[in-house]
């Protein structure tokens, strides 16, 4: 390769775009290092504190796809205060002062403000696609920047956002001359819609593929969109109700029969049961279904709709589908790859909408799954054994029974084999979230066979330290590990200190780590960033006297080239 | 097997073995939202964690178990718009939707914040920002809308008939209709049995 010009080699590279084989090939020699940080295109950081933005220029001063992502996991679930951090400021500022021709921002858990994204707009010409999951910070007069000024967008994407809704007219800021959009997602906005200007906007967006509205924009509206723009690939429903008003119901029909390139369908915030037969027609076509936040809609009627679904891939639902719905599923959906089934009551109440029979049905029935999420009440060791014979394919496996510490329902046994037996067969496992009465043994398991295991969520199981070492010392390719409320203390976190280079990130709440043994492992690594969250106390932890028994309530660590980060709140400590 | 002693010790939640003492450092459910709850004051919180401190707690209320932060491992957005859905299901109890004749979007209200047909009608003028609604459900036949409700039996009636108790345990949504679209909808007739 040493006698071929860097251009050609160049081009060779231009292959290869998975960022792990970039990595790697950058680490062959001194000429592909260069060429490769030249070339690069996509950059990812899984977080957003292991880097800063000016040693990112340095690295690569070409690249046009930034993906960025902040807080940790179990943000998602309000472990992490308000104000901990991930603000993207700093990195807009950085890549505006720059030449670096930014077309493509992703964003996750981040903190986004509306002067960030009036930056953003403003400083990158070419700027083409936005994606923003699980953000805050920021109000629709920072989409209103985005439309304003951002001239050949083709992506706006808001995936779960907390959005302060102005309720302003940032619809109405798309210029009229703009016509490039080719997604637009604002399903996570609260307020009201400027339905004329989104009819104007999608009539003249001939390259509209994926459209996901909110709850604001009702029936009739969603049937004139629909007849706008009958190319969609990718349409999210927003309030599907129907105020006894059946000639909309007629028009959406009709419009719905004229598309037939959709192949997702997701929304249904508020969902009239009666219409969603106005879908039948395009349900042979599609590919992926999120009917996860229809709570109205009942099992019976989510069936009807998914006996048409004999090519979907991806079902997302609530567990009001019940143990039959998911027979239905089995028997219907042979493409299935993913399957998530989330909670309808969340407080637990003992509806017991899903059991151990429904998630056999579904690995009996679809040989090609390979990523499953299952929130169930009830849960047994035959049932796991079972599922691990029926697929031995699965990439990702979360299982959450509601009750934390809850044994296999019929023997009373925590549930250590059934889990055993799932990473024992599944060799291909990347993802694991375990749950009910566990011991240590499920560690040991998860030690000796999960070879290719990544990331894996551990809540209110185990007994000692051995469980922690177990998977430590044995899960070579550990990358994200996230625990709560387990035995798990010093001796384990201490045990490798070395293990930390290898990993992104560790998360330990509500377990038995002391104040001390963080304190010694920060000294042990001063590559690693070792943060105690401490949000009772505004006040620094050793300004109180705390002593190094002292049980840390939250602690998360995460290498790092840049050392202690300066945007840190008070109630975090770094040590 | 006999446990001399605390007897105390026979109740106490275990995960491990019989025998293996290091278990009693195990935090209790019941134990760990006294600290998510933020007591600064919770002795089991600060270095050892007794035996006497979680038998205590286990000795409370299970409903308890529904507060741990962050359980079940749903995300907020997600719990947010759920919380709502779980609500309507619940007749008489909690939110209801109500809709408006010429806005676009529907709106959900907690019947079981009002304390009767007036606090209702200011409830209303200030869900939509429209000062009729009140007078609509006082003054019956002088204004330009009707407040309906759909009950239990999916029939449309007149708000303000039945007494608020009966109103409230049969209402499964609201609608505030212009009077003149009123003439042909197909009301129950004032005076009619519930």
Known sequence: MNYFPDEVVEHVFDFVTSHKDRNSISLVCKSWFKIERYSRQNVFIGNCYSINPERLLRRFPCFKSLTLKGKPHFADFNLVPHGWGGFVQPWIEALARSRVGLEELRLKRMVVTDESLELLSRSFVNF?????????????????????????????????????????????????????????????????????????????????????????????????????????????????????????????????????????????????????????????????????????????????????????????????????????????????????????????????????????????????????????????????????????????????????????????????????????????????????????????????????????????????????????????????LEIRDSPFGDTALLADVNKYVTMRSLWMSSCEVTLGGCKRLAQKAPWLNVEIINENDNNRMEENGYEGRQKVDKMYLYRTVVGTRVDAPPFVWIL | MEKGGLELEITELRLGLPGTEKMMKKRGFTEMIMTSSGSNSNQCESGVVSSGCDVEKANESPVAKSQVVGWPPVCSYRRKNSCKEVSTTRVGLGYVKVSMDGVPYLRKMDLGSSQGYDDLAFALDKLFGFHGIGVALKDGDNCEYVTIYEDKDGDWMLAGDVPWGMFIESCKRLRIMKRSDAAGFGLQPRGVDE
């Open chain 1, 128 to 480: 083409k696609s936005l994606v923003l999951v699980s953000c805050e910070g920021f109000s629709t007069d920072g989409l209103a920047s985005i439309a304003s000024n951002c001239r050949h967008l083709r992506d706006l994407d808001l995936q779960e956002n907390e959005i302060d809704d102005h309720r302003g007219q940032w619809l109405s800021c798309f210029p009229e001359a703009y016509t490039s959009l080719v997604t637009l997602n604002f399903a996570c906005l609260e307020g009201e819609t400027n339905l004329v200007a989104l009819e104007r906007l999608v009539a003249r967006s001939p390259n509209l593929r994926s459209l996901k509205l909110n709850r604001a924009v009702p029936l009739d509206a969603l049937a004139r969109l629909m007849a706008c723009a009958p190319q969609i690939v990718d349409l999210g429903v927003g309030s599907y109700e129907d105020e006894q008003d059946s000639e909309s119901c007629l028009k959406l029909q009709a419009a719905i029969r004229k598309c037939t390139s959709l192949r997702s369908l997701s929304g249904f915030l508020e969902a009239a049961p009666h219409c969603l037969s106005a879908f039948h027609p395009v349900c042979h076509n599609l590919t992926y279904l999120n009917l996860s936040y229809a709570a109205e809609i009942n099992g019976s009627h989510l069936i009807r709709l998914i006996e048409h679904c004999k090519k979907l891939q991806r079902l997302w639902i609530l567990d009001s589908i019940g143990d039959k719905g998911l027979e239905v599923v089995a028997s219907t959906c042979k493409e299935l790859q993913e399957l998530r089934v989330f909670p309808t009551d969340l407080q637990g109440g003992g509806n017991t909408a899903v059991t151990e029979d429904g998630l056999v049905a579904i690995s009996a029935g679809c040989p090609k799954l390979h990523s499953i999420l299952y929130f169930c009440q009830q849960m047994t060791n035959a049932a796991l054994i079972t599922v691990a014979k029926n697929c031995p394919n699965f990439i990702r496996f979360r299982l959450c029974i509601l009750e934390p510490h809850k044994p296999d329902h019929v023997t009373s046994q925590p549930l250590d084999e059934g889990f055993g037996a799932i990473v024992q067969a599944c060799k291909n496992l990347k993802r694991l979230s375990v749950s009910g009465l566990l011991t240590d043994q499920v560690f040991l398991y998860i030690g000796m066979f999960a070879t290719q295991l990544e990331m894996l969520s551990i809540a209110f199981a185990g007994d000692t330290d051995k469980g922690m070492l177990y998977v430590l010392n044995g899960c070579k390719k550990m990358r994200k």
